[in-house]
């Protein structure tokens, strides 16, 4: 049976619509999941956990910095509260049922946060001499070098010690939630994967490898890992019911 992976979603306030780049849907279904679009429903996330078999977290705005005790800064993006309230609720839950978690950009940053570290909230503000992370260039295209560390899981899965990577991002990680570490760094320090210290997947990447995967292969390794880890969890857990 293969392993329902819900990803979460951004909305269209203007407009009135959930959304979310097909690139993820194709990423999953390539590496042998089925996608489940997650609306924002905080209420419904008891009943969303005993569905899914793996949690993906998708990119998109900024993370209200109130959820990290801050102010915002003039240069924070778009927040969407409802947004926030649920991929922080459904990310501790997930974890803590022991259900692998792939967090891709704005997600691995979710992570964090609802673990308890935090981020920096403009790059460039807090690291001088940072290199470029909003890239003008196709989303499929890398534009900067990342350095993966050794004996991490992002370096079995990829194997890999260095690799190129998109960049859609002025938010970055800062301290590493308890339980966390930074597995892969770009040249100028700033954190381009974390990754959990127990035995579940939980993975996060800042990248976007869901927009790379048609050109670079080595980038659904990330989708496969995560859904292999969700199909053995789907697994463990039918055996127990």
């Not at 691995?108 to 909230?121: C, E, L, P, S, Y």
Request: some cysteine.
């Amino acid at each position: 049976m293969r392993p329902i992976i819900g990803i979460t979603c951004s909305f269209d306030y203007s407009n009135n619509k959930f959304q979310l780049g097909g690139d993820y849907i194709e990423a999953v279904r390539s590496a042998g999941g089925i996608p489940l679009l997650l609306p924002h429903q905080e209420s419904s996330i008891d009943e969303i956990i005993n569905v899914i078999d793996g949690l993906l977290l998708s990119g998109g705005g900024d993370i209200d910095p109130c959820h990290i005790s801050q102010e915002p800064w003039p240069q924070s993006g778009s927040i969407d509260p409802l947004r926030d309230a649920f991929e922080l609720t459904i990310t501790s839950r997930a974890i803590a049922e022991g259900m692998p978690v792939l967090g891709i950009c704005r997600g691995m940053q979710v992570m964090n946060v609802a673990a308890g570290g935090d981020i920096h909230q403009d790059i460039y503000r807090s690291l001088p001499g940072a290199i470029k992370h909003s890239q003008d260039a196709p989303r499929w295209y890398p534009t900067h070098n990342i350095k993966i560390i050794k004996n991490t899981m992002l370096e079995r899965i990829l194997g890999l010690a260095e690799l190129r990577v998109n960049s859609y991002h002025h938010q970055s990680i800062n301290h590493v939630a308890l339980g966390y570490r930074i597995s892969a760094y770009s040249n100028d320090g700033v954190a381009e994967a974390i990754e959990g210290l127990g035995h579940e997947f939980t993975l996060g990447v800042q990248f976007h490898p869901e927009n790379m995967f048609k050109r670079y292969p080595v980038m659904l390794n990330l989708f496969k890992c995560h859904i292999d880890a969700s199909a053995h969890y789907l697994s463990t857990r039918s055996q127990n019911r």
